[in-house]
């Protein structure tokens, strides 16, 4: 069997072990050592430790649980409601108020936890019921909320972004920059759909006396300690003065500092379900990396991963049309993996081509989270949808499908808008760390 032929194949098998509900690492890890043992027979075994355990020797993986500790803290407390009620006061006055609010504080909650569906839950939990109850409609603020959320893979600190630096080997400072600007271009994109959204349907703002100046800085002393721990792990990460790891830990710190100051957070009982939350998602995490270094040991021992690298590398086809297949690719991809096993699958097949095309893979760092948010939304396996719906349970998913389209769209103007100027996700870390070599 040539190699091309061996490597649809392994996809076949790989996307059928994963329909029948197969967690992704242990998915990950069957599939390469049922094909290891295949074709190499029981030799393939001599290296399996040694493989597995090299996937998690890279000490740039301690900031995974020190970025999902910082998330579980913030998300175990009242800060996403209080995010969202600082945001509703200070923009009463604009029309769709309360959605702009929404989708601000999913993007203030996001460079606190990294997560998505945190996002999605955190924020979603007190926002939907209180659109709803203004006169909403249940579309546009599902939707709002689900599209929020994945900005969580975006705004650094991103848990997306930095297993694709360990998958490419690129700077996860660089990669954290560069998505700051694509990321706050994306909330605004959202907030004018949100603006225009109201205003076409009648959801203007609630009528009557918006809050007062006092109320509106009542609040500001539970939402702006969270805000100096954001810039404090920016400043401590582009300053120069800590590693990525070393910044997530601090931050992790502060922020289980702010929890226990701020929110009285602190008996054990309280404390454990974050701990637990933090074991749970990074032990998913680290297992689906170390898995999915298996797997792809296995496409090179097998010389799939060159052999696909050289036939679209024989194809000669214009380099934009190669990265409209490759987004193609990964949206679909994106519709039935999580994040991190698209990652981690993908990347060291296709970055070396689109390197080979001309692309920064900084900014395809980029282009690749976008995806990754599109593929949250989407159905059949979009985790944000779920969320949502489970926050909202009478409203149904094609309901909830309905207001994220138009985010959805949005989303892939972005990408057309970074193919463009590709300079909007390049130019901050060019500036703040220099020109990126090699």
């Known amino acids: 069997m040539s190699p091309l032929a061996l490597g649809a194949l392994i996809g076949l098998v790989t996307v059928l072990v994963l329909a029948t ?10 599939v390469a050592l049922g094909f290891l043992l295949a074709v190499d ?27 999902v500790l910082m998330g579980a803290a913030v998300a175990a407390s009242r800060a996403g409601a209080d995010l969202y009620e ?53 579309d546009l603020a599902t939707g709002a909320i689900a599209a929020g959320g994945t900005l969580g893979i975006l705004i650094p600190p991103s848990i997306t972004m930095i297993l694709y630096g360990i998958a490419s080997e690129t700077s996860i400072g660089r990669l954290f920059l560069a998505g700051i600007v694509p990321g706050l271009l994306l909330t605004g994109l959202f907030a004018l759909w949100a603006v225009i959204a109201s205003l076409r349907r009648g959801a203007h703002r609630p009528a009557g006396p ?26 401590a990460l582009y300053g120069g003065i800590a590693t990525p790891s070393e910044a997530a830990g601090v931050g992790a710190v502060l922020c ?11 008996r054990p009982r309280e404390l454990w379900p974050i701990f637990e939350a933090t074991i749970r998602e990074s032990t998913m995490i680290l297992m689906i990396i170390a898995t999915s270094i298996l797997f792809g040991y296995m496409l090179s021992s097998l010389y799939v991963t060159q052999s696909i690298a050289q036939g679209i590398a ?5 380099r934009w049309v190669l990265l409209f297949w490759i987004n193609v690719l990964l949206l679909v991809a994106g519709c039935f993996l999580p994040p991190a096993a698209i990652i981690l699958m ?12 001309g692309f920064d893979p900084v900014w395809f760092g980029v282009i690749l989270t976008l995806n990754m948010e599109l593929g949250l939304i989407t159905p059949p396996v979009g985790l944000n949808l779920f969320v949502i719906n489970g926050i909202a349970p009478d409203v149904p998913l094609p309901t909830i499908l309905k207001g994220a389209l138009p985010f959805m769209l949005l989303m892939v103007l972005e990408i057309v808008i970074l193919c463009l ?18």
């Open 346 to 357: 993908t990347t060291p097949i296709i970055l070396p081509i689109l390197v080979n095309a």
């Open 86 to 138: 600082a945001l509703a006061r200070w923009l009463w006055r604009v029309p769709g108020n309360l959605v702009v609010a929404n989708i601000g504080a999913c993007a203030l909650f996001s460079a606190l936890t990294g997560s998505s569906p945190a996002t999605c839950a955190a924020i979603g939990k007190m926002g939907i019921p209180e659109m709803r109850r203004r006169g909403f409609p249940a």
């Open 421 to 438: 100027v590709p300079g909007l996700a390049t130019w901050l870390p060019d500036l703040l760390m220099g020109p990126r070599v090699g």
């Open 256 to 266: 289980l500092l702010l929890v226990v100051l701020v929110y009285r957070v602190w």
């Open 210 to 235: 918006g809050p007062s100046l006092a109320e509106r800085l009542a609040i500001l002393p539970r939402v702006v300690p969270f805000l100096v721990v954001i810039a404090g792990v920016v400043w």
């Open 314 to 318: 024989a194809l000669e086809v214009n």
């Open 41 to 67: 027979g029981p030799i393939a075994l001599a290296n399996l430790a040694d493989t597995l355990f090299a996937g998690l020797n890279d000490f740039t993986l301690v900031s995974i649980p020190m970025f």
């Open 21 to 30: 509900g197969t967690p992704v690492a242990f998915a990950l890890g069957l």
